[in-house]
């Protein structure tokens, strides 16, 4: 099992950054993969960013690109998201999820999740 604890959510006025962690533990060493995912009151969680684990590689939703990067810090089994120019519209309950296996970048099939940390941006 893999626990996963998300903070760095916060308040802030759009335009303005927030940098979310999310820390792992437990059978970390199965890690192929770890990312974000968020969810808006109301509507359909989505996809928001991914990186693998040992290549570094990302991946971004379209609606992201440009103002959110992610990033690992493999000795500390660290996952960050750095969000920059923040809009209203990114306000969702964010979450940290890790997968041990190749999947779709934007799948629902990933192994662990965690509890959530909300993201307010005001407009």
């Known amino acids: 099992q893999v626990q996963l604890v998300e903070s760095g959510g916060g308040l802030v006025q759009a335009g303005g950054s927030l940098r979310l962690s999310c820390v792992a533990s437990?059978?970390?060493?199965?890690?192929?993969?770890m990312g974000w995912f968020r969810q808006a009151p109301g509507k359909e969680r989505e996809c928001v960013a991914f990186i693998s684990w040992s290549g570094g590689t990302t991946w971004y939703a379209g609606s992201v690109k440009g103002r959110f990067t992610i990033s690992r810090d493999s000795a500390k089994n660290t996952v960050y998201l750095q969000m920059n120019s923040l809009k209203s519209e990114d306000t969702a309950v964010y979450y940290c999820t890790s997968g041990t296996r190749e999947i779709p970048w934007c799948s629902g099939a990933y192994d662990y999740w965690g509890q959530g940390t909300q993201v307010t941006v005001s407009s």
């Open positions: 437990g059978r970390t060493f199965s890690t192929y993969r």
